[in-house]
Structures are given as C-alpha cells and as structure tokens.
C-alpha cells in the first residue's frame, strides 16, 4: 500500500510538471498571458493602440520577455493626433512613421514612476543615422514627457511579465530639438525665450532639411546666460532682458547652431574647428576635458553632450558664445 501511495504521488507530481509545458513536449513553459501585448490587447481603451501594433508588425516586440517600459496612448490621444496631422483613420497614418513613433513610446528596461525623474532618457526610437533618441521626463507635477504628454496617475506601473505599462494622454511624436529646449524650462527657459521672440524656434523644429539641418546645438543653460551677464560688470548686460534686447541676438543664438552633418561626441577631435551658420567660427579642444574657444577667445565648457532628436543633436554648454 505505501509503495502505490508512493507510485500515486510521483505520477500526479509528473501530471503536474506536464501540465505546466507546452504541447510540443520539447520542455519549454507555456508562453506567458501577461505580456505588454497581452493586457493591451484587453483593453478597450487601448484598441486603437493595439490595431497599430498590429499594423507595423511590432505585436511581438511586446509578446517577447525582453524588459520593456511602454508609454500607452489612449484611444482619445490616438483621436487627437489623427485629428492633429489631418488623417481621418489610423489607416491613412504611413506604417513607418507609426513604427517609428511607437518605437519611441519604449524604453529598454523597467522604469516605474519613482524612476521617471527629471531629466533626458534614451529610448528605443531612432534618428536617421540609427542613433537612440532621447525622451524628456519633468516629474515636478506628476509625469510630463516632452511638455505635453501626461501619464496617467490612476493607470501607471502597470506590472507586466516583460516589464511595466503607463497610459499616456497623448501620442508622442517624433521630437525636435525646438521642443526640448521648450520642454526642458528649468535649464533653457532663457534660451527657450531667445529663440522664440527672434523666431529662430521655427528653425530648429524643421525637419527635412531646409533650414540646413539636421543640426547641432551648443545649448547654453540658464546658468550660462548668467554667467555672461555676471561676466563683464561694465558690458552694460545686468539681467536677462538685456540679453534678449541687444540687437546682434540672432547672429549670437545661430553663432550656437551647426549645419548638418550633425556633429555629436565621438565626432569632436582635439582641436576641430566648428563653422556654425553664423559668420565665424570656433575651436574645441579635448586635452582637459571638452572647452570651445568661441571668436572672442573666451573658454566655454560642454558639460552633457548628445541628447538626440530626430532633427539634430543637443550639447550643454556653461557659457554663452560670442561671435
């Protein structure tokens, strides 16, 4: 009796472990029902979500064990970006623009909301030279992506086997170095408003090419319009208003701007020199760190370097350059 009791027990044992394996007996589990893919495809308010994944082929990016973090779009922010770009339905959109713009809704690895904080990330999108864009985070009030898109405080962190979920009110679209600096008010608030009121934005938004783009950008920071302000006691510039009222802003602000090709950090030898669209020209040297010499001979340090968009490349600088 104990030795069939025993015989019993081994073979529910091995029932079990059976029942736990696919059909194909080769001793693989069954495919997880919890995937990103998975818990998209039951939502109602993501069909539309799940309609382009299914169009652009990328379904198995998220039914795949790799870590993932996806940004959602509701059905009402698909409607709105529609709306927006002048398509009546998600059918007229290009597939490759939506592969392109659900692949920079990813990013690679688990990123619950306690890790969205401020500042540049890089997603699985990509420019035209296949480098990673990169996608701004603003977590002061709740979680803001490139200054317009919000995720959902009630529909965030939503645990999936291959990673996390957070619902998003709007469709990222592929972004331009024009809304980063926007986007990002706590750094270049003061270059934001530099840039609009000569209505150079414009310029940095285009994409295709006929502003002379894609281009690089030597990003002064806040901090680096202070600290031209503070440079000179007798250069007449004591606040940020009389920055923006000298009448050779526009040659300044483009004397910040490359031409294509875009130049980012693994380009910049010791000793290049930059002719931006400005007249002029300056020097980057790399013995001691990455310093511009601008055409005044003033010392000026990159201090982050390739935040990408899909029109150019992004670098910090700490002082404000003069032609």
Known sequence: MKKFLLIFSCLVVTLCLFSCEDADDNGNLLPSDNMAYDIIAEDPNLSVLKEVLDLTGLDATLDN?????VFAPTNAAFNQFLTANGYATIQEVPIGMLRDILRYHQLNGVFTTE?????????????????LMDLYFASDAGITLNGYATVDPQNNDITVDNGVIHLLDAVLELPTLDQFVAANATEFSNLNTALVQQGLDNSLATTDGSMQGPFTLFAPTNDAFQALIDEDPMDGLNSIQDVLDLTTLTDILLYHVKPSPRLR??????GIIIDPIAPGTFLINTSTGTVITDASGRAINITSTDVTASNGILHYIDLVMLP
């Open 65 to 69: 064990p790799n870590q993932l973090t």
């Open 115 to 131: 890790l969205l904080t401020t500042g540049f990330v890089k997603t699985l999108g990509t420019d035209g030279q296949g480098e």
């Open 265 to 270: 950090s693994s380009d910049i030898t010791d």
